[in-house]
């Protein structure tokens, strides 16, 4: 698959394209292009978690600490059944927060007869 080009990329391309050719007002081109790259590089730089990403951050440390208390394989409702701070949130986010952590590699997920059991990695 194709890496899909950034409005940076696009920029920087067009810089290249002004400086090939000749044109009235290069420079004031080249500046603007310049310009919008500085705005697009300082708008990536200031972007921090949202207040559902930190709360998730939060939910995923309750969850590790919940697996780390049961110390076996568990279903996502025996999860909720095993504490009271796991049985405060939904099956379906639960289920989806360990799925973020499977796929950062904390959290083993083993499927037997259909079911999902969750332990720690």
Known sequence: ?????????????????????????Q??????????VELLEK?????????????NENI??????????????VTVTELMKSSDAMAAYSNQKLSALLKKLKDDGVVEKTVEKKKSYFSLA
């Open 60 to 73: 995923m440390a309750e969850i590790l600490v919940a697996l780390e208390k049961v110390g076996r394989k």
């Open 43 to 55: 708008k990536s730089s200031k972007s921090k978690p949202s207040k559902t990403q930190a709360e």
């Open 1 to 25: 698959m194709e890496k899909k080009m950034t409005k940076k990329d696009y920029f920087k391309a067009l810089a290249t394209v002004v400086e090939a050719s000749e044109v009235e007002n």
């Open 27 to 36: 420079t004031d081109l080249l500046s603007f292009i310049a310009h919008e």
